[in-house]
């Protein structure tokens, strides 16, 4: 079983959002062509290999407006060897096309309250044929639209509230965010990662449009490429060597914080396996 985190040449977003640096960038028709040849290659390669593997897509822009990333969801959904296949999205697309996928098929999706009209939001949301969790960025200017939002999803829906870069949170701010998404403790401060035993190396990879690989997106070390299945011989148990892990596609496949257990079923899209029963006390 290998879990595998993707991110080919795509850097441009439809989105402007002011925390994001690759808002409103547009990729050339070159790099266009080049994002959707190695993903194509990429897919192709999963589907041939007689292991079971899981794929989230990690794109720094938006994938799902791109035809290839549509494709390459319903595809892989329905390949016998795919045990989950999601992406990380803003959901600007339309959503008819998931009929296609497979239960296979999930959706992480984030709400960015300043480029979206909230309903329209919404009633995506609700129009999802697949399983998905929904999220936002724990700005405080973004806290009244959280709280609507949990209110009008409903019950079985996961929002999770990330924490935002740089921001340290007060006990009393911490724990309004907390009230909409209970495991908010996990996001509020980076864990200490160094030497602990971490996932990536070993059963979970990073994969760059290249094939490179490396063990997960925050440590540049090339560990082989998937092409050639030089980075076979590279997977072992090896501990952290980075100070601290604050992404949640990272620090979820760091062992101590038990997270596995937490997200059982639903690590990639980020849907706890508990939820909506899941402990409030969080963190
Ligand atoms: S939707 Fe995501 S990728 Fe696009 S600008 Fe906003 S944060 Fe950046
Ligand atoms: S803890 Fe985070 S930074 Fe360290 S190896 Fe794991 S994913 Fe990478």
């Not at 925390?19 to 194509?40: H, I, M």
């Not at 990380?88 to 497979?102: E, F, H, I, P």
């Not at 030497?195 to 490396?214: A, F, K, N, Q, Y």
Request: glycine share 8%.
């Amino acid at each position: 079983m290998l879990t595998i985190l993707y991110r080919g040449p795509l850097a441009s977003c439809d989105y402007d959002c002011g925390y994001c640096p690759f808002a409103k960038r547009r990729d050339t028709p070159e790099q266009l062509r080049a994002d959707r040849a190695a993903l194509e290659r990429f897919t192709s390669w999963v589907m041939a290999q007689d292991t079971e593997i899981s794929v989230l897509f990690t794109p720094w822009g938006e994938g799902l407006v791109r035809s290839w990333y549509r494709e390459a969801l319903v595809r892989l959904s329905w390949s016998g060897n795919v045990r989950r296949v999601a992406i990380q999205t803003n959901l600007s697309c339309r959503t008819g096309w998931l009929a296609d996928a497979s239960d296979r098929a999930a959706l992480w999706v984030t709400y960015h309250p300043t480029q979206v009209p909230y309903e329209r939001f919404l009633a995506r949301v609700r129009s999802l044929p697949v399983r998905h969790s929904v999220g936002i960025v724990g700005d405080p200017a973004h806290l009244a639209h959280a709280r609507r939002l949990r209110d009008d999803l409903p019950a079985e829906t996961y929002l999770w509230v990330n924490a935002q870069e740089g921001r340290i949170y007060s006990d009393a701010e911490a724990a309004e965010w907390t009230a909409i998404d209970p495991l908010f403790g996990y996001s509020r401060l980076p864990h200490r990662s160094a030497g602990l035993p971490c996932r990536t190396g070993e059963t979970v990879i990073s994969v760059d449009g290249d094939g490179e690989v490396r063990r997960c997106h925050f440590i540049p070390r090339v560990l082989g490429n998937l092409y050639d299945g030089s980075y076979r011989r590279s997977l072992r148990p090896r501990p952290c060597p980075a100070a601290a892990c604050d992404c949640h596609i990272g620090y979820v496949h760091l062992e101590p914080l038990g997270l596995y257990d937490v997200f059982a079923g639903g690590v990639l899209e980020r849907v706890p396996a508990a939820w909506p029963q899941v402990s409030r006390s969080g963190r």
